[in-house]
């Protein structure tokens, strides 16, 4: 288990590095809010947005561990995150959220043509 935990680790590092240089940076500063967390307890919240910090639960992503899929579900999660951080957590997951939550992703494709291994 401790191995999966510091692959997920690096793996959620290698996602807000590669979201951060695809944002402008008044937007990648704010990945800086973005912490590790783990909660067993809670296994159907896969992140979430407070007033100051965006805590992603890697406990959701254990089973995805050793998946090709398991960056692309990590960065989806800090885009969906950062989305209602922008969002002020205003508009739950409304249009606005909708809006902004694709205009971040759709930023952050365009920019990336190749992923961490």
């Given at each position: 288990m401790r191995q999966n935990l510091r692959?997920?680790?690096?793996?959620?590092d290698d996602a807000i590095s590669v979201i951060g240089s695809a944002?402008?940076?008044?937007l990648s500063r704010q990945l800086s809010r973005v912490h590790h967390g783990y909660d067993s307890a809670n296994t159907e919240c896969s992140g979430f947005c407070?007033?100051?910090h965006i805590v992603i639960n890697l406990c959701t992503f254990m089973h995805l561990s050793s998946s090709p899929d398991l960056f692309f579900e990590l960065a989806k999660t800090v885009l969906h995150e950062l989305a209602h951080f922008v969002d002020n957590n205003q508009s739950?997951?409304?249009p606005r959220w909708r809006h902004i939550y694709d205009g971040l992703t759709l930023l952050v494709w365009k920019a990336t043509s190749a992923v961490p291994s």
């Open positions: 692959t997920l680790r690096k793996k959620l944002l402008p940076s008044d407070g007033t100051a739950g997951h409304g």
